[in-house]
């Protein structure tokens, strides 16, 4: 292969692990654990690296590799919403994949060695991976399942940073899991209705062409009040992170009652979407320093 063949390859692998996507699983994880171990230690490096990179590359990767056949018909695919990636690299994918994660895992396993609970996040958590897209499991196909696993993929780095550093679960540190999961779900919810179409003409099932698309909206939209109740449970002033629900809700209105011939419409939204992650991530990092200045983590 040659210098050129491989920086085309690298190219494409990091546009299969969807860059735009990193922060949401990494920072989860440095959050939570910084938050309650109070120091940057050589887990909080190993672990934020591994969810930021080789995670996300192992989660879409396999996604692109299994999906090959769909996404092909799928207009949105080939860019930042995904790789095309051509069956040559296929396997350098699954194998690179598992090569780069393999040790992160190893070492994250041994810097948990004295919470043996963390095993058990790490493990529910690659096997999540894996199950959404990987042939003979493919959660992805199995509405509601899908989009309970999409979540999770989400969530449980946080889990797994509350349970390597040790962290007591309060009634609040519950609440805001529950509702980062109700996010979760709602925002693969909404993602699905985009595809509606071409899932359909590839036979590949998910909550959306179950449902269809104006009650997966509505579900997503529901979904995404409910994190804001869930948090206005929380103690002040973390009860403020209620009100990032608000501009998901209100991005996705206009396609409330879009039907399924009009379901690709829904991608204009899902283009905010992306840019909303970051502006309310912005926030919810402001008022987690304000909520550590004034030792609600302590």
């Given at each position: 292969?040659?210098?050129?063949?491989?920086?085309?390859?690298?190219?494409?692998?990091?546009?299969?692990?969807?860059?735009?996507?990193?922060?949401?699983?990494?920072?989860?994880f440095a959050a939570v654990y910084f938050?309650?171990?109070?120091?940057?230690?050589?887990?909080?490096?190993?672990?934020?690296?591994?969810?930021?990179?080789?995670?996300?590359?192992?989660?879409?990767?396999?996604?692109?590799?299994?999906?090959?056949?769909?996404?092909?018909?799928?207009?949105?695919?080939?860019?930042?919403?995904?790789?095309?990636?051509?069956?040559?690299?296929?396997?350098?994918?699954?194998?690179?994949?598992?090569?780069?994660?393999?040790?992160?895992?190893?070492?994250?396993?041994?810097?948990?060695?004295?919470?043996?609970?963390?095993?058990?996040?790490?493990?529910?958590?690659?096997?999540?991976?894996?199950?959404?897209?990987?042939?003979?499991?493919?959660?992805?196909?199995?509405?509601?399942?899908?989009?309970?696993?999409?979540?999770?993929?989400?969530?449980?780095?946080?889990?797994?940073?509350?349970?390597?550093?040790?962290?007591?679960?309060?009634?609040?540190?519950?609440?805001?899991?529950?509702?980062?999961?109700?996010?979760?779900?709602?925002?693969?919810?909404?993602?699905?209705?985009?595809?509606?179409?071409?899932?359909?003409?590839?036979?590949?099932?998910?909550?959306?062409?179950?449902?269809?698309?104006?009650?997966?909206?509505?579900?997503?939209?529901?979904?995404?009040?409910?994190?804001?109740?869930?948090?206005?449970?929380?103690?002040?002033?973390?009860?403020?992170?209620?009100?990032?629900?608000?501009?998901?809700?209100?991005?996705?209105?206009?396609?409330?009652?879009?039907?399924?011939?009009?379901?690709?419409?829904?991608?204009?939204?899902?283009?905010?979407?992306?840019?909303?992650?970051?502006?309310?991530?912005?926030?919810?990092?402001?008022?987690?320093?304000?909520?550590?200045?004034?030792?609600?983590?302590?």
């Amino acid at each position: 292969m040659t210098m050129t063949e491989n920086r085309s390859t690298i190219r494409t692998l990091l546009l299969a692990s969807r860059p735009l996507s990193w922060i949401n699983t990494a920072f989860p994880f440095a959050a939570v654990y910084f938050l309650t171990v109070g120091t940057i230690d050589v887990a909080l490096v190993v672990g934020t690296l591994f969810f930021l990179v080789p995670y996300n590359l192992a989660m879409y990767g396999v996604n692109d590799v299994y999906d090959y056949e769909s996404d092909l018909a799928n207009p949105r695919k080939g860019g930042a919403e995904g790789a095309k990636l051509p069956p040559a690299l296929h396997r350098t994918t699954l194998v690179v994949a598992a090569a780069l994660s393999a040790p992160f895992v190893i070492a994250l396993v041994v810097l948990g060695a004295d919470r043996p609970s963390s095993w058990l996040v790490l493990a529910a958590s690659l096997f999540a991976v894996l199950a959404y897209s990987a042939k003979g499991l493919r959660f992805k196909e199995i509405p509601i399942l899908d989009s309970i696993t999409s979540s999770f993929h989400f969530v449980s780095p946080a889990l797994y940073a509350i349970a390597l550093a040790g962290t007591t679960v309060t009634p609040a540190i519950t609440l805001t899991m529950i509702a980062f999961f109700c996010w979760g779900m709602a925002s693969h919810a909404f993602g699905a209705v985009q595809d509606i179409v071409p899932d359909r003409e590839a036979g590949i099932g998910s909550i959306a062409t179950v449902f269809g698309a104006a009650a997966t909206v509505r579900l997503a939209a529901g979904l995404w009040a409910l994190a804001g109740v869930l948090m206005l449970f929380a103690p002040w002033p973390a009860n403020l992170a209620a009100l990032a629900a608000l501009p998901y809700i209100v991005s996705v209105a206009p396609y409330l009652n879009v039907d399924d011939a009009h379901s690709a419409d829904a991608n204009r939204a899902w283009r905010r979407f992306l840019a909303i992650n970051y502006v309310v991530g912005f926030a919810v990092t402001m008022l987690l320093i304000l909520c550590a200045a004034m030792g609600l983590f302590s």
